[in-house]
């Protein structure tokens, strides 16, 4: 049965009753929010009668407009009151609830954090009256940021390496960019007269310069082991925490394989 219009000032309606103007959104978590505005006929008492958080759309007005899944949330601050003409207050409430369509939905994005190493030609070559500098260069190690939500709080570490670390194709990096194996083409020059010891991949060579000669190098580089690495766990209690928005970054480690040999000048 259809509720009578509201008579401002009456007390013929009580409780909160569903005004025009409510909008639904849903944010990069997936949660999704319904800012219900209404209307109360006894102003003075307005806080009196605010519902407590967690509790349901149909709880609050007494019908299903709004599924159940929707619940009351307070963390963004309690229902705003505004004092209307002839004793009635509007109220806003926000009810929230997982997107049915973003349930069990990671929104993964990417970023990169540059890793300052040293060279790394330094671990294998060793020289006499060279120019060799031994350079700090940055090196792109990949990030990735996740957002979802979920019913149950994350625990930090719980799970052992399994939760603290993802290898390749694993369900918690899925989304995440590959992360091959990155060779650097290094060259450097050594003046006449220098003497110079490599690993050529199979032994270690010793190289006298009869001239300025010009040396290049690949740098290799392989993602941690490990796979990526968990840095930051973080979730926001919603709906007096029947769900929670969660935000994690995870980081991939490069480290230095080795140097291999390409080529010498002359």
Same mark, same amino acid.
């Given at each position: 049965m259809?509720?009578?219009?509201?008579?401002l000032?009456?007390?013929?309606v009580?409780?909160?009753?569903?005004?025009?103007?409510?909008?639904?959104?849903?944010?990069?978590?997936?949660?999704?929010?319904?800012?219900?505005?209404?209307?109360?006929?006894a102003g003075?008492?307005?806080?009196?009668?605010?519902?407590?958080?967690?509790? @349901?759309?149909?709880?609050?007005?007494?019908?299903?407009?709004?599924p159940?899944?929707?619940?009351?949330?307070?963390?963004?601050?309690?229902?705003?009151?505004?004092?209307?003409?002839?004793?009635?207050?509007?109220?806003?409430?926000?009810?929230?609830?997982?997107?049915p369509?973003?349930?069990?939905?990671?929104?993964?994005?990417?970023?990169?954090?540059?890793?300052?190493?040293?060279?790394?030609?330094?671990?294998?070559?060793v020289?006499?009256?060279?120019?060799f500098?031994?350079?700090v260069f940055?090196?792109?190690?990949?990030?990735?940021?996740?957002?979802?939500?979920?019913?149950?709080?994350p625990?930090i570490g719980?799970?052992?390496?399994?939760?603290?670390?993802a290898?390749?194709?694993?369900?918690?990096?899925?989304?995440?960019?590959?992360?091959?194996?990155?060779?650097?083409?290094?060259?450097?020059?050594?003046?006449r007269? @220098?003497?110079?010891?490599?690993?050529?991949?199979?032994?270690?060579?010793?190289?006298?310069?009869?001239?300025?000669?010009?040396?290049i190098?690949?740098?290799n580089?392989?993602?941690?082991p490990?796979?990526?690495?968990?840095?930051?766990?973080k979730?926001?209690?919603?709906a007096?925490?029947?769900?929670?928005?969660?935000?994690?970054?995870?980081?991939?480690?490069?480290?230095?394989?080795?140097?291999?040999?390409?080529?010498?000048?002359?």
């Amino acid at each position: 049965m259809a509720q009578d219009p509201i008579r401002l000032g009456s007390a013929a309606v009580t409780g909160f009753t569903f005004e025009s103007g409510s909008a639904v959104s849903t944010d990069q978590y997936g949660i999704q929010t319904c800012a219900v505005r209404s209307l109360f006929p006894a102003g003075e008492s307005v806080y009196n009668s605010l519902p407590s958080e967690g509790v @349901s759309f149909a709880s609050v007005f007494g019908n299903s407009y709004l599924p159940s899944s929707f619940l009351l949330d307070f963390f963004e601050g309690a229902p705003g009151v505004e004092y209307q003409d002839a004793k009635v207050a509007r109220v806003t409430f926000k009810f929230k609830r997982i997107d049915p369509l973003f349930a069990n939905r990671r929104i993964v994005t990417v970023d990169s954090v540059i890793n300052y190493q040293n060279n790394a030609l330094s671990q294998v070559i060793v020289f006499t009256n060279g120019l060799f500098q031994n350079n700090v260069f940055g090196f792109p190690d990949p990030t990735a940021s996740v957002t979802y939500s979920t019913s149950t709080a994350p625990g930090i570490g719980t799970g052992g390496l399994s939760s603290l670390y993802a290898l390749p194709g694993s369900s918690n990096a899925t989304g995440f960019p590959a992360v091959p194996d990155i060779p650097i083409p290094y060259s450097f020059k050594v003046v006449r007269g @220098s003497v110079i010891s490599y690993w050529d991949g199979t032994t270690f060579q010793t190289f006298t310069a009869n001239a300025d000669t010009t040396f290049i190098f690949n740098l290799n580089f392989i993602a941690n082991p490990r796979g990526w690495q968990l840095v930051k766990l973080k979730y926001d209690p919603v709906a007096n925490r029947n769900f929670f928005a969660v935000e994690e970054q995870w980081r991939n480690f490069y480290s230095f394989l080795g140097a291999q040999f390409v080529s010498h000048t002359p």
